[in-house]
């Protein structure tokens, strides 16, 4: 924006400085009477003063202009990128409750059934006492089997659960820096557009 205003600056007192030399020039050199001569320069000046004055109304509306545009796509561009961020937020919170349920469901589901086998196995115990050491140790066995198997199943829940929050913070972090390039892009064509109106 001060490139701008440099840039018109310098425009309008080049032509000020020309025009004064342009007149005075042709007034010197023109064979006429003192009366005409000075006529003719007041003349000269009031139309430099004129086209000065209109030039820099110009410049003005046009550097206002600018401005103006300037602010409202910067504007309109943050509040973008504000919103997608707060998407992308709500649905990383989303996505992380969804899978800290699932987990507790499946935790709560396979320690259910864990007990529910426990206690069939201690009832059949139970029942079958006289002849149940054989069968006690095989129930032992399958009982740590199944809980070596529900440590596993929770195990490889928990790494779902850290592989699915680190890939939804890896697609957080790419839609920010995508974001983040458009809101860069879009500034970079706002400046480009000023310097080619100026």
């Not at 000065?52 to 600018?66: P, R, Y």
């Not at 990383?92 to 069939?120: H, M, R, Y």
């Not at 196995?121 to 198997?149: F, G, H, P, R, V």
């Amino acid at each position: 924006m001060a490139d701008n205003q440099i840039n018109t600056k310098d425009f309008i007192i080049g032509t000020l400085v020309g025009s004064f030399v342009g007149a005075a020039t042709a007034l010197l050199l023109a064979p006429k009477s003192g009366k005409e001569l000075r006529g003719d320069l007041n003349d000269g000046a009031i139309q430099v003063k004129n086209r000065a004055t209109e030039l820099a109304g110009t410049a003005q509306e046009k550097g206002v202009e600018l401005k103006d545009k300037a602010y409202s796509t910067t504007s309109d561009l943050t509040k973008r990128a504000v919103d997608a961020t707060s998407d992308l937020s709500k649905t990383v919170a989303n996505k992380s409750q969804e899978l800290t349920e699932n987990v507790k469901k499946k935790t709560v589901d396979l320690k259910g059934a864990v007990e529910d086998k426990l206690n069939d196995a201690q009832d059949k115990a139970e029942d079958l006492k006289d002849a149940a050491e054989d069968k006690l140790d095989d129930t032992k066995n399958k009982a740590s089997d199944l809980k070596d198997e529900v440590s596993d199943k929770i195990e490889d829940v928990k790494k779902e659960t850290a592989d699915k929050k680190a890939e939804t913070e890896e697609t957080v972090s790419k839609k920010a820096a995508e974001v983040k390039k458009e809101t860069k892009q879009a500034a970079n064509e706002v400046k480009k557009e000023a310097n080619k109106k100026s």
